[in-house]
């Protein structure tokens, strides 16, 4: 701090302080709304304070077969839905990325170029923009509600290739030369060398994938008919659509709790990594 | 760009593209020149027969008032979201910065919410506001204002600008914290020693200083709430009352899949790609711009 | 252990021609130093006989094999590499064994080769740390290490103490030094410090612009510099340089002064003298106007002009000598220190 005033510094944690109490809100209301039990969610106002029915919704909520009036799978099973989606994303972006900006950056091919503009082409094309098209395709080829079709169309990614690319890219050439001389090929240099030295960028990669294919909405919405492909982000709408006719919102909240917990802890366990990859790769 | 020293030629290279480029193919550059092929193509309301009408969709689009309002309610929306959270996380930030204890405590406690999907963030202000339990509605209800979103299209539209701003909050304050991080220390002493005092300082030295990061926030929010706010949408609003609330992408998936107007709603996406096109050459520019700093 | 020949080699890059047909004949266990200023293509040479770079023409063998097409990895030479390109996630001792391992040797005599390479240049005690835990010249120590383990046929240096503080660079130049003779194994040095080229090497091949000006011992280099370029680039501080003209066997400077000189030349010529070959001699021909003097302790640098002209002479005397600005002092230059070269063309005219 430049210079000593007091007052300055009090006023920037009070404005702190309700800043974090602001964001927090909204998820201190679903914390308070899945520890009470169905009937006292219903009377306004709703309580501010956490009651005492939290692990009985929580069993009921991940062990039950879902909100009565919906056509939703039991929690647990959603979760897990979510979990594989979110993993293959991860995994699947992050290896095809690595191949590609491999190939890009070491060795030398006709259509390198080609091939590069090809994959930026891809930023130019969020799902929002081909829905009806790519869904379309995806029935073609028979991949509605499975794990194949939820990820596969997300997988491609522009923005880890182009990451990956300028991580290599840092990569002192010697290293590459060094290795020739001793002996590496292609493939051997990429696992013994090119991999270890990406490993931190890998790792926060797969923290802002984590959280991207947790998060996923519209793809899954569209191929997901089956109750047991459904993933717990989805589910939201289902139960919200649900509660205008049998309002539970204890189990709302404690699902919208549960859909939200991993990727949160994921984000506040690895923070920096998080921090760094969310830099690094903002488009 | 390229190494200086190579692999010598092979296969291999190709092999080590062709699963990004086939997934690509197959999903992004297909299924786009689709849309693009459907966008000149009007289907019969029984799906028999398609006629090929070249500019036919686009040119409704442009004659259509709703599809202008709608255009104009998603600017409207998406300026709405980009300033609303930009200037929270602006102030956050600019405290954070100034306290030497605790600013990446106040960060932790600020960054979690970028990994709530928006449609949770829906969810959860939706709770709130709902017009006969919400905390909101009920303070709202002392002071003698009536909230139901459910009929009032502009409380509906607020509520969703909150959801969606309230999420990205976390994205904007980590940038803006990061770039105000990066000033050197000995400009703001120099400020510091010329006379200005605190909110002086951030006004006319660490807020210029950032430009460069508020421009780049602005594609960034704006990206976002063009395209990642679906969820929001469908699950608060579906884009109600009385399209209230309905955006370009919104749209896009309402007239395609609910309405199955296939040449409509491809003329749509279509647009939605230039778009995409140029929001991604305006960020690519400002990201170079912004390395300089 | 092995020669290797260098044939008529070139290289291009696009429109560029960088090298321009380098022929060089090095002996087995020879110490073969690459000198010249930097961009002069001193790397890419070094890089083409490593194999890291295409050959544009030319030929390189190595034994007797030419080795155009072969990788690298199967020429069977080792390279230190100037920023030692370690790889940073691998302990020394991991460093060290990677070629071998790749090479499928077995666990034991792996083991045994990097113990012995550690003991001999004595990094016995880091093995397991990695380089970012080590000092530089410590480093420097593991690329060697790197590259003798490996027991290879010839040993490629590009500028390999360029990274270390001036003190250390001795201290290794010697090492390396002792180590090659100790080794025996053919060894090609880039640098473009000319003193560490004349300690190192057997033979340095002083390269400008892509041509090979000389390539000789440092003895002949000093002495009997073929080009302009090898005399003012060897030796410091730099030989002289006076304009003068050749006419009957007598070389007239610029401020009118003669001296014999070859026979049978005629027309400008560049007279060069070393700055320690000048003699002090109050009757000497070449009249020198102080400027300024460096007193460097064991000798004295004099700077100043040729009298009579704006030419720029520098003369190294032995010891202390207190010199005043604006001063005339007289030198002779002994007839077998002499040097003269043409002024087109640079090269040397033989007395
Ligand atoms: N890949 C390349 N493409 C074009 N020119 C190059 C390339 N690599 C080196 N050069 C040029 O070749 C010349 C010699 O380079 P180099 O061998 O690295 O010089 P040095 O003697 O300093 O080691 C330089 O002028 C350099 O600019
Ligand atoms: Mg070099």
């Keep these: 701090m430049v210079e000593n005033r007091p007052f300055v510094t009090i006023l920037a944690h009070l404005v702190l302080i309700f800043g974090v109490a602001l964001v927090a809100l909204p998820v201190w209301i679903t914390f308070v709304g899945a520890s009470h039990d169905g009937a006292r969610m219903l009377q306004a106002p709703i309580p501010m304070w956490p009651g005492d029915q939290f692990f009985v919704n929580l069993r009921q909520t991940f062990l039950g077969n879902g909100l009565d009036g919906t056509r939703t799978a039991p929690v647990w099973m959603m979760m897990f839905n979510s979990l594989v989606m979110a993993m293959m994303i991860a995994v699947g972006k992050i290896a095809i990325s690595l191949l590609s900006a491999y190939a890009i950056v070491y060795f030398k091919f006709p259509f390198r170029m080609g091939v590069f503009w090809m994959i930026f082409i891809t930023l130019m094309l969020p799902v929002e923009v081909r829905i009806l098209p790519t869904f379309e395709v995806i029935a073609d080829l028979g991949m509605l509600n499975s794990y194949w079709g939820l990820t596969v169309p997300l997988i491609a990614s522009a923005t880890a290739t182009f990451m990956f690319r300028q991580v290599f890219l840092t990569i002192p050439d010697e290293m590459l030369e060094s290795a020739r001389i001793d002996g590496a090929g292609p493939m051997r240099f990429f696992w013994d060398i090119l991999l270890p030295l990406s490993r931190t960028n890998i790792a926060a990669l797969f923290v802002i994938l984590f959280i991207y294919g947790w998060n996923q909405y519209l793809w899954p919405l569209l191929i997901t008919t089956d109750a047991n492909m459904m993933t717990i982000v989805v589910s939201i709408k289902q139960m919200l659509e649900a509660s205008e006719q049998t309002p539970q919102w204890n189990i709302i909240m404690m699902t919208a709790l549960l859909a939200m917990v991993p990727p949160i802890i994921v984000v506040i366990a690895m923070q920096r990594l998080f921090v760094k990859g969310l830099t690094e790769t903002d488009k | 760009m390229l190494k200086r020293v190579h692999f010598p030629p092979s296969l291999l290279p190709y092999l080590l593209v062709a699963p990004q480029v086939i997934i690509t193919v197959v999903f992004f550059i297909w299924p786009a020149s689709q849309a693009v092929y459907q966008s000149f193509l009007v289907e019969d309301a029984f799906g028999l027969s398609t006629e090929f009408v070249w500019f036919e969709n686009f040119t409704y689009l442009w004659n259509s008032r709703q599809y202008l309002d709608t255009f104009g309610r998603t600017i409207y929306f998406s300026a709405a979201v980009a300033f609303l959270s930009m200037s929270f996380a602006l102030i956050l930030a600019g405290f954070a910065d100034r306290v030497i204890r605790g600013s990446t405590i106040y960060r932790t406690l600020l960054i979690w919410p970028y990994a709530v999907a928006p449609v949770l963030a829906g969810a959860l202000w939706l709770f709130m506001f709902n017009p006969t339990l919400g905390i909101i509605p009920f303070m709202l209800d002392n002071v003698g204002y009536d909230w139901n979103h459910y009929l009032n299209g502009n409380q509906a539209m607020c509520l969703v600008i909150i959801a969606a701003a309230w999420k990205q909050v976390a994205y904007n304050f980590l940038f803006y914290l990061a770039a105000m991080q990066s000033i050197p220390k000995s400009i703001i002493e120099a400020a510091a020693i010329d006379g200005a005092g605190p909110f002086r300082r951030f006004a006319t030295v660490i807020f210029p200083l950032i430009s460069p990061t508020t421009f780049f926030l602005l594609v960034v929010n704006a990206v976002y709430a063009f395209f990642e706010t679906f969820g929001i949408i469908h699950a608060v609003t579906q884009g109600g009352p009385a399209n209230a609330t309905t955006t370009l992408v919104y749209k896009v998936y309402n007239d395609g899949f609910i309405g199955l107007d296939l040449g409509g709603s491809a003329a749509q996406s279509v647009i939605l790609m230039i778009l995409v096109i140029a929001m991604t050459v305006v960020q690519f520019r400002f990201i170079e711009k912004r390395v300089q700093y | ?351």
């Design chain 3, 1 to 351: 252990m092995a020669e290797i020949k260098l044939d008529s080699l070139t290289k291009t890059y696009g429109p560029t021609q960088v090298l321009y047909h380098v022929h060089a004949d090095i002996e087995d266990g020879e110490f073969v130093v690459i000198v010249g200023p930097s961009g002069c293509g001193k790397s890419t040479l070094l890089r083409m006989i490593a194999g890291l770079e295409s050959i544009t023409t030319g030929e390189v063998s190595i034994g007797d094999k030419v080795v155009n097409g072969l990788e690298p990895a199967d020429r069977d030479i080792a390279m230190v590499f100037q920023n030692y390109a370690l790889y940073p996630h691998m302990s020394v001792r991991q460093n060290m064994a990677y070629g071998l391992k790749i090479r499928k040797q077995p666990k034991a005599e792996i083991e045994r080769r990097v113990q012995e390479a550690a003991d001999i240049l004595e990094i016995g005690q880091y093995l397991d740390r990695k380089p970012r835990q080590l000092s530089g010249g410590q480093r420097q120590r593991v690329a060697m290490g790197r590259a003798i383990v490996r027991d290879p046929q010839v040993f490629l240096f590009d500028e390999p103490l360029s990274n270390l503080d001036a003190k250390l660079r001795v201290q290794m130049r010697l090492e390396i030094r002792k180590l090659q003779k100790r080794l025996g194994v053919t060894s090609i040095f880039v640098t473009h410090d000319q003193v560490e080229a004349m300690t190192l090497g057997d033979r340095l091949m002083v390269l400008n612009a892509g041509y090979v000006e000389q390539f000789g011992t440092p003895i002949e280099l000093y002495d009997r510099p073929a080009t302009i370029f090898v005399a003012g680039f060897i030796g410091s501080p730099a030989m002289n340089f006076l304009p003068a003209t050749a006419a009957n066997g007598t070389v007239t400077l610029g401020n009118g002064v003669s001296l014999p000189g070859a026979d049978g030349v005629s027309g400008p010529v560049t007279f060069g003298i070393r700055p320690e070959h000048l003699v002090p001699d109050d009757t000497g021909p070449i009249r020198v106007c102080v400027q300024l003097f460096e007193a460097l302790g064991a000798n004295t640098l004099l700077h100043g002009v040729l009298e009579g002209t704006e030419t720029a002479v520098v003369v190294s005397l032995p010891g202390h000598v207190t010199l005043e600005p604006g001063e005339t002092r007289s030198f002779s230059a002994p007839p077998a220190a002499q040097h003269l070269f043409d002024s087109d063309s640079g090269a040397r005219i033989e007395p």
